[in-house]
């Protein structure tokens, strides 16, 4: 069969343009398809990026697709319909293109809360990840959200950054008996009322007004409502998902239950940050390319392209 592509790519975050970038240096044939709603739209700066702490996540996918244009790759907008996708003997096809093989690198979508005041604080003073954004808020006043369940954790966490933390409920269970008491061991209270409203000025937060009790002066928060990973894809094509969170199954060579298909980054493991996320696509197309050499698929592209 003629192919038009050596590997499509869906997803053009760290994992999918890492993975691009290592195959198009590989001399492969590869599309990058893209829906533009990156994970991290609201985030004005990643850090702990090596070489690039501080970077908008905009500009490093910008620089990102520049450098896939230097080995003639293109980042195609296209927000794939899984209807149209369908995996067969030998590749795979979706938006009218096929090719030998394909990495999903679709990601996730953080759930946020839906409170009133929450969309101004997003991405200035209200964040998910400790990591990327505590040292950023440290020795303020920081608050955590964790309705469901992660409050403990988010709580003894960001209690490394400062020594002034409270973990809020809004009213639901995040929190049970025990773990207020180990919170209650480090200086960490539990407040259970629900949230009315967060306000700020210029995006950092003040305050944060809850039902039947003063006003929590505060100046940051973090996070953790649900993450939803974006797998309708995978599972058109039949890929596994697993139970806990639904995330797509994929062996250590990146490979789902579907021959010739791939997963990477945050569709496969919702732990992986940029720096981690960056190293799964290379693997993923480390994988790729091995499995494109073992089919005997070894020469280079055309004369003329680029290099």
């Known amino acids: ?20 970038l290592t195959l ?49 790759i293109e ?56 990591y990327c954004d505590g040292w950023e808020h440290r020795d303020e006043r920081i608050a955590v959200f964790a309705p469901v369940f992660g409050g403990a954790h988010l709580g003894r966490m960001l209690r490394q950054w400062s020594g002034d933390v409270v973990v809020l409920t809004g009213g639901g269970p995040g929190v049970d008996a025990d773990e207020e008491a180990e919170l209650a061991e480090i200086g960490v209270p539990v407040v259970r009322e629900p949230i009315e409203r967060f ?20 100046d940051a928060l973090f996070f953790h409502v649900a993450m ?28 789902t239950t579907i021959d010739r298909v791939y997963a990477a980054g945050n569709c496969a493991d919702p732990m992986l940050n940029v720096p981690l996320a ?6 993923a197309a480390l994988a790729v390319n091995v499995r494109l050499v073992g089919d005997g698929i070894v020469q280079p592209r055309a004369a003329g392209a680029p290099r």
């Open 199 to 218: 306000a700020a000025r210029d995006g950092r937060l003040t305050a944060i007004e809850l039902t039947g009790r003063p006003p929590l002066e505060r």
């Open 75 to 130: 980042v195609r907008a296209a927000d794939v319909d899984p209807a149209r996708a369908r995996a067969f003997d030998g590749g795979v096809e979706l938006e009218g293109q096929t090719a030998r093989t394909l990495i999903l690198a679709t990601g996730l979508l953080d759930e946020t809360p839906a409170i009133d005041g929450f969309d101004a604080i997003y991405g200035v003073s209200a964040h998910t990840c400790p």
């Open 1 to 20: 069969m003629d192919f038009d592509w050596d590997c499509i790519v869906v997803g053009a975050g760290p994992a999918g343009l890492s993975a691009a």
């Open 228 to 255: 939803r990973p974006r797998t309708a894809l995978a599972a058109a094509l039949g890929c596994t998902l697993g139970e806990d969170g639904g995330y797509v199954i994929a062996a250590e060579d990146r490979q």
């Open 24 to 72: 198009g240096r590989a001399r492969r044939r590869v599309l990058v398809l893209d829906s533009g709603a990156p994970r991290n739209f609201a985030a004005h700066a990643m850090h702990g990026v090596l070489g690039h702490d501080g970077l908008d996540p905009a500009a490093l996918r910008a620089r990102g697709t520049e450098e896939l244009g230097r080995y003639g």
């Open 278 to 283: 960056t190293a799964d696509g290379a693997r």
